[in-house]
């Protein structure tokens, strides 16, 4: 049935760990944790947050200063240099002393120009850990934040932090670089100005912070426009999202040219928002030419009359020039500071949201034992170690709020947050403010509820006294909404890399799924696109079903695990699924004969509560359980 796995792809147990391969290479950087873990993210504002960025980067970002400064001092340095050799060679009529000084002029600029290399250099190194720094933490703090995810930051906004907010990170830390040496770069210039001429020197003192202060009243209005187009982005974002991962589902009900214009509409939303932005960083930039150009022409004229009254010499005068255009430079560049960190604040303020929230379960030592014995006060369900139990009940939802309060799961939010779509102005504000107020009610909410006993009980101690990881490991749920990843049907099955060959087949056979082998090219390497897509909804079902097995926990909690296939692949993974699990305890939530039949015992639920228990052929005596067997079987004949 299964075929040869590809020599040249190892299994993902053989691979080195990533942890590993980063401890012997210096790049790219370890990532440090959350919370008390060492290298923690400073959550506590947008700016410590960027500061904290910085500092993680070691010795980047300080290298990177210095190598800007060994390019832009050289540049400052040029124009009293050329002033030199004019006065002391050109007009002196020394030829020596002219070429000494051309000679140095030329090392100058041969030192810039490896200065300016090794900046970009560095900021480059620098750029690529931004990334890999956010992304890397955006992976593992929806790996620790698991289903409480979506209730604390909006759809989509971990993949923008992950893609946009990380390479803004880069652009905000490589203009700090940049606008620290351009102002040891100016205060050089400065000196050298104030040794030529004081007059001068204090001119450009004062009037560069003044015309500094002149542009900050577009700072407010570009910072609202970032920030507007920023939150709109992310939900298109989410919108795109909600479109791919339902395409089958719109196409079912005719529903794609709905939300084509729904995403249409956003997406004319975030562009009118993205003109505004581009409007204000416009002004911005037209203000830095504006305010360089009156600072240029000021001092050329300056000098221009200190010349004629006999202050300055003809080769000071050309060194005040150049001192003049140089200084156009770190003008621009304050500006762009300016710019670049008003967006670096924006992208940090959404993502302290995300870092910074927490699981509501506080921290236990308390282990799970082997083989526990598990008790649903709520709905008086009990399993037992070793038990094949199903359940049945009249609402589906009372047995998925089963295996939710089971695995330890939150009850999914109820509620739809504001709409922003045609709002504006003071509207959206509020409606902005209402949102983030909600998701803080809600992360409240959420507090309080894992404060409390859960409700379910192992070995007669309630899940809120055990170490949730401890729990999770012990007890799994695997339900219809359970995805697959882009990858493998090697990587699908198993991507922990912790298992056999053997274990993986004889799970992928207990699934039925040896259909999805033979179909893919390359069989245990063939690729599976995201989500599984190209796979029957049967399909994606019992490869979500072969990796929960492959998993092998103590007890396994399965959601309609056969509610998308045929009776004739039912009837198969009955069989072998009960066969699979013998001696381990297992949990089937399920309506379908064929499962019911083949389990040890079957648990009736009726308004949430079990009222009966007892095998398949025993409780087709109860009226309840007959109707919910009746219906099942005419939902699998539709």
């Given amino acids: 049935m299964f075929g040869p796995v590809d020599a040249s792809t190892p299994r993902p147990h053989d691979r080195d760990p990533g942890l590993r ?63 030199r050799a004019i006065d002391a060679g050109i007009l002196g009529r020394d030829p020596m002393a002219t070429l000494g000084w051309v000679a ?34 955006v992976g593992r703090k929806a790996a620790d934040l698991g289903h409480i995810l979506g209730r604390r930051v909006p759809t989509g906004e971990a993949l923008s932090i992950a893609n946009s907010d990380s390479d803004q990170f880069g652009a905000t830390i490589d203009s700090f670089g940049h606008v620290i040496a351009s102002a040891l770069s100016f205060l050089f210039v400065c000196v050298l100005m104030f040794s030529t001429s004081p007059t001068l020197g204090l001119v450009v003192l004062v009037a560069t912070p003044l015309l500094l202060a002149a542009s900050l009243p577009v700072m407010r209005p570009l910072t609202a426009a970032q920030t507007a187009e920023r939150t709109e982005s992310s939900n298109l974002t989410s919108l795109a999202t909600d479109i791919v991962a339902g395409l089958r589902i719109l196409r079912g009900i005719g529903g794609e040219q709905t939300f084509a214009r729904n995403y249409e509409r956003q997406s004319q939303k975030v562009r009118g928002l993205g003109i505004t932005l581009g409007t204000w960083q416009g002004v911005v930039e037209a203000i830095s030419v504006l305010l360089s150009g009156i600072l240029l022409v000021v001092l050329v004229y300056l000098g221009a009359q200190h010349m004629l009254a006999g202050e300055l010499t003809v080769g000071e005068l050309i060194s005040f020039f150049g001192y003049a255009v140089f200084l156009v430079t770190p003008m621009r560049t304050f500006f762009d500071f300016a710019q670049r960190w008003v967006q670096g604040l924006v992208a940090a303020r959404k993502t302290i949201a995300l870092f910074g929230a927490d699981v509501p379960w506080a921290p236990r030592d308390r282990q799970v034992g082997e083989r526990p014995v598990l008790r649903d006060e709520s709905s008086g369900v009990e399993v037992h170690p070793g038990e ?55 992360a409240l909410a959420d507090a309080e509820r894992a404060a409390q006993l859960w409700g379910v009980t192992a070995d007669g101690v309630d899940y809120a006294e055990y170490d949730l990881a401890s729990l999770r490991e012990r007890v799994v749920v695997s339900d219809t909404g359970a995805s697959l990843f882009a990858g493998t049907l090697q990587d699908a099955v ?65 959601v309609e695990p056969t509610s998308a296939v045929d009776a004739h692949t039912e009837s198969r993974i009955a069989e072998r699924l009960v066969e699979h699990r013998r001696g381990r305890t297992t949990v089937v939530t399920t309506a379908s004969p064929l499962l019911l039949h083949r389990a040890d015992v079957v648990a009736l639920l009726v308004d949430g509560r079990e009222v009966a228990r007892g095998t398949h052929v025993e409780l087709q005596a109860h009226p309840d359980y007959r109707r919910v067997i009746a219906r099942g079987m005419e939902d699998d004949n539709e």
Avoid: C, N
């Fill in 21 to 83: 391969w980063e401890r012997r290479h210096d790049f790219p950087p370890l990532v440090g944790g959350f919370g008390a873990e060492p290298g923690a993210p400073d959550v506590r504002s947008p700016s410590r947050f960027l500061f904290w960025l910085m500092r993680s980067m070691g010795w980047v970002v300080p290298a990177m200063t210095l190598a800007a400064l060994s390019w832009l001092v050289p540049g400052s340095l040029t124009p009293w240099l050329l002033g």
């Fill in 104 to 137: 140095l002029l030329l090392g100058v600029i041969a030192f810039g120009v490896v200065g300016g290399i090794l900046f970009h250099t560095i900021a480059v190194r620098m750029w690529v850990i931004s990334i890999h720094g956010t992304q890397r933490r």
């Fill in 388 to 442: 094949f139990l199903a359940v049945v009940s009249a609402d589906p939802e009372a047995s998925a709020a089963l295996a939710d309060r089971l695995g330890r799961y939150l009850p999914s939010v109820t509620g739809e947050e504001p709409e922003l779509e045609d709002l504006k102005g003071r509207k959206l504000r509020l409606a902005r403010k209402e949102r983030a107020k909600a998701r803080a009610r809600q």
């Fill in 494 to 558: 198993d991507p922990w890399g912790t298992h056999t060959r053997g274990e993986a087949e004889r799970a992928l056979r207990t699934a039925s799924a040896e259909d999805v082998y033979d179909g893919l090219p390359g069989g245990w390497q063939g690729r599976i696109d995201e989500k599984g897509r190209g796979l029957s909804g049967g399909q994606r079902q019992r490869i979500v079903l072969a990796r929960a097995l492959v998993r092998d926990p103590e007890v396994l909690v399965l």
